[in-house]
Every structure is written in C-alpha cells, then in structure tokens.
C-alpha cells in the first residue's frame, strides 16, 4: 500500500470488505470519501481504498448521527468539535424531531377531517380546502409564544421599530412568512456552532488572519448574507439590533463578549479584504 510505505496487513479493508463490515454500500463510501467525510486512511498500488477499525469507527458515528437526523454538513462539525457541542446539538435536534412530530400530527388530523366529509359531502372541495387551511393557520401560530412572554415580544418589537425602517420591517415580514420553527431551530444550531467555534479559536491563541479563523469568517458572513440576502439597508438594521443585544437591551442574553465580536468582526475584514 502506497500510505506510509507499510505492507498490507490484516487491519486494512478493502471497500468491499469495509462496506459489508459497515452493513453500507460502496457507493455510500465513495460519496462519504467525496464530500469529505471518511476519507480512506490509505490506498493500494492502484489506487484502491484501503480502511482501518478506526475508520469503521468513526463511521459507525456517521451513521448514527444521520440516524437522528443530522445533515451532511451538521456531521461533519459534530465529528470536528467532539462530544461537547453534540450534546447541545442532540438537544436541537430533538426539539426538531417534536416538531416534524406535531406537523405530521397536523396532517394526519386533516386527513381524517377531510375522510368524514368525503363520506358525507362527496367532491365537496370548498370544504375540503377549507379544512386545509385552517390546520395551516394552526401549524403556523406564532410559535414564539412558546419561548417568550408578551411582555418580551413588545421589547422585540420596540427593538425593531428602532432599528429598521417601516420600509425595512415590511420587507422582513415578507422574508419571514414561510419561517417556521424548525427554520428558527435550525439557524440556532448554526450560530451555536460557528460561536462554539469561535470560542475554540480564541482560546487557542489563534489570530483573526489563520487560516481557521478565516474558514469561520467565511461561514459566519454566509450566514448574516442568508438573513440579510445582501441588502445595505437590512445589513446596517441588523448591527443596531446586534449592538442593542450587547449592551443587554434584548429578552435573551448577549450572543458573544466584545473579546469574541472584536475577533470576528477583524477576522471578517480580513476575509472581505481577501475576496476583493
């Protein structure tokens, strides 16, 4: 085998070994292989993948996260930053699961309601629809009640009227109409990840130009770009709401320390430099 000048010994698996070991296909391994997330600790010769027991390990966890329902890239963090973030990421995770529950609860409920008037008023559609709609309007509540109080709401709402334009707060409500609880859920897991990140790199000593810390630069202004879809207008409302959360003028507590926004916001600049 080609890694390490070592001989081929009975703790290497060929892809079809590995694969049947695993109980996956081989074409799941080449995909795993592409995409970064088990790359082969060796290679034949002639270029054949070559896996270890550790390998078999770390797959295992691969298969286990995407059993709870992981994404690709959610693994792949899970994997880098070990067994202290995942714990936080189970408990998302969960909280997601309860709401596909309670979604798919909605849907059987309106299968059932649409069943009784099917036997009663058949082809009536007007009734039909009508039904749809309302168990829509019920999936669609505004979940944020469930984790603030209206007292909390107002606060936001006062927040925002102060940092957006009316013309700003329209175009947002617009944005926001197909948000969902799961969407709110899963951009929670996202800026936990890229803060818990961030917290890694400075007590690392690392500075906002390594490469590391540029990887981060880059993922956490693809995420302001996904609220912000590029607008100046939104952009600019978004730092009066981030700089009314660090003076704790919001419901929930500050999302970083000036230590880790200074770090940020000079690893970004560099990053936008970089691009220029």
């Not at 009663?120 to 709609?133: P, S």
Request: hydrophobic share 35%; with cysteine.
């Amino acid at each position: 085998m080609r890694k390490g000048g070592n001989t081929l010994d009975h703790h290497f698996y060929h892809s079809g070994q590995f694969a049947a070991l695993a109980s996956v296909t081989i074409r799941t391994l080449r995909f795993y292989d592409k995409v970064g997330l088990l790359k082969p600790s060796g290679r034949t010769e002639s270029g054949y993948r070559l896996y270890t027991d550790a390998d078999l390990f770390r797959l295992q966890r691969i298969l286990a996260l995407k059993f709870l329902g992981f994404s690709l890239e959610e693994i792949q963090h899970c994997l880098r930053v070990g067994p202290t973030t995942l714990k936080e990421t189970l408990a998302l995770q969960k909280q997601m699961m309860r709401e596909k529950r309670a979604q798919l609860d909605a849907i059987i409920q309106a299968i059932g309601e649409t069943e009784r008037l099917l036997q009663t008023q058949a082809q009536d559609w007007e009734a039909i629809v009508r039904v749809i709609q309302v168990m829509q309007m019920q999936q669609h509540s505004d979940w944020r009640k469930k984790y603030f109080t209206d007292e909390q709401l107002q606060q936001m709402e006062s927040l925002s009227k102060q940092s957006y334009t009316e013309e700003d707060r329209a175009k947002l409500a617009e944005w926001g109409k197909n948000w969902s609880e799961e969407d709110q859920i899963r951009a929670t897991a996202e800026w936990n990840a890229l803060r818990t990140e961030l917290q890694r790199l400075i007590a690392a000593g690392k500075e906002p130009t390594d490469p590391e810390a540029q990887t981060l630069a880059g993922r956490w202004l693809a995420q302001v770009q996904g609220f912000t879809r590029g607008d100046a207008s939104i952009t600019e409302g978004l730092k009066k709401m981030t700089a009314a959360n660090m003076r704790g003028e919001t419901p929930y507590p500050p999302f970083y320390s000036k230590e880790e926004a200074a770090f940020i916001h000079k690893a970004m600049e560099v990053y936008q430099q970089s691009q220029q």
